[in-house]
T-cell receptor
Framework: AQSVTQLGSHVSVSEGALVLLRCNYS??????LFWYVQYPNQGLQLLLK??????LVKGINGFEAEFKKSETSFHLTKPSAHMSDAAEYFC?????????????FGAGTRLAVHP | ETGVTQSPTHLIKTRGQQVTLRCSSQ?????VSWYQQALGQGPQFIFQ???????GRGNFPPRFSGLQFPNYSSELNVNALELDDSALYLC????????????????FGPGTRLTVL
């Protein structure tokens, strides 16, 4: 069964510092993996996705993530944090069954960026 | 390209009432999924609709039901509302090739915030 674990419900960084948000997954089949961002009182916006092509995936707003099968990880990084990056970040794995697919989300990591 | 839209933005109901939430899928998409996001949690899958039929369901009771229309828009209906139904309800659309699973990315709408008193 697929599942997602996000390590750290809250992460705080200084503006300009490296952002690292951790995600580990469990999947019995090669996974499709996603990172979404949610700003306050808004829906989810897709940051990037991994669908078994290149293991280093580049997304929007300078974010990227690396798929590491040996570590079952899909951590999200950004070299230099900006104040506007403050939001909730969700890692998700796609689960396929009986002709439909659903996203299984982690509990989320709230990123705070301070001056 | 029109994104996913949802209505209403906010809704307040009382226990026992019924509610209908609406979603218009992104242009070119034919599959709609609904998720419930309780405060402080990740979204939970409710069900998915394709070709006007429910083709997948999460761990939600039958009082959660839905519809998909020929234009691929969708409704989520919740009967006999309970306090725990208070949440953000998210709709996501994607594209599925005929005869195959929907493997494409799901794009989310802004959500409907439901408060049950």
């Amino acid at each position: 069964a697929q599942s997602v674990t996000q390590l750290g419900s809250h992460v705080s960084v200084s503006e300009g510092a490296l952002v690292l948000l951790r995600c580990n997954y469990s999947s019995s089949v090669p996974p499709y993996l996603f990172w979404y961002v949610q700003y306050p009182n808004q829906g989810l916006q897709l940051l990037l996705k991994y669908t078994s092509a290149a293991t280093l995936v580049k997304g929007i707003n300078g974010f990227e993530a690396e798929f590491k099968k040996s570590e079952t990880s899909f951590h999200l990084t950004k070299p230099s944090a900006h104040m506007s990056d403050a939001a909730e970040y969700f890692c998700a794995v796609s689960f396929f069954s009986g002709g439909y697919n659903k996203l299984i989300f982690g509990a989320g990591t709230r990123l705070a960026v301070h001056p | 390209e029109t994104g996913v839209t949802q209505s209403p933005t906010h809704l307040i109901k009382t226990r026992g009432q019924q509610v209908t939430l609406r979603c218009s899928s992104q242009s070119g998409h034919n599959t709609v999924s609904w998720y419930q996001q309780a405060l402080g949690q990740g979204p939970q899958f409710i069900f998915q609709y394709y070709r006007e039929e429910e083709n997948g369901r999460g761990n939600f009771p039958p009082r959660f039901s839905g519809l998909q229309f020929p234009n691929y828009s969708s409704e989520l209906n919740v009967n006999a509302l309970e306090l725990d139904d208070s949440a953000l309800y998210l709709c996501a659309s994607s594209f599925r090739l005929a005869g195959g699973p929907s493997t494409d990315t799901q794009y989310f709408g802004p959500g409907t915030r439901l408060t049950v008193l």
